[in-house]
């Protein structure tokens, strides 16, 4: 079993940063998958990154070049730095880890844990 537990939410102007934080809870983070995802109200989830057990990093074409996604084994952590926020970019964003989640690792469909969420507010 893993438990995930996401921080780093909140309120920020348009064209602020933020940096999500997953503290993961169980054995062997470091051979999962960490993805980030997004939902926005009336809206279905979407793949936001991912980061393999090898350091590979995907994005969403959305994301891509304003966000960073990192991960310290360490700490049994991943991060998702967010930069050049927009008002689209409001959501609630789960963490999610997967031990075999087939490439690329974007579909939620084949994570095996997620989180609670932190709701991230961008302000225009």
């Known amino acids: 079993q893993v438990q995930l537990v996401e921080s780093g939410g909140g309120l920020v102007q348009a064209g602020g940063s933020l940096r999500l934080s997953c503290a993961a809870s169980?054995?062997?983070?470091?051979?999962?998958?960490l993805g980030w995802f997004r939902q926005a109200p009336g809206e279905e989830r979407e793949f936001v990154a991912a980061?393999?057990?090898?350091?590979?990093?995907v994005y969403a074409d959305s994301v891509k070049g304003r966000s960073t996604v990192s991960r310290d084994n360490a700490k049994n952590t991943v991060y998702l730095q967010m930069n050049s926020l927009k008002p689209e970019d409001t959501a609630a964003y789960y963490c999610?880890?997967?031990?075999?989640?087939?490439?690329?690792?974007?579909?939620?469909?084949?994570?095996?844990?997620w989180g609670q969420g932190t709701q991230v507010t961008v302000s225009s």
């Open positions: 169980g054995r062997a983070f470091s051979s999962y998958v």
């Open positions: 980061i393999t057990s090898g350091g590979t990093a």
């Open positions: 999610a880890a997967g031990e075999t989640t087939g490439w690329p690792p974007t579909s939620g469909r084949t994570y095996d844990y």
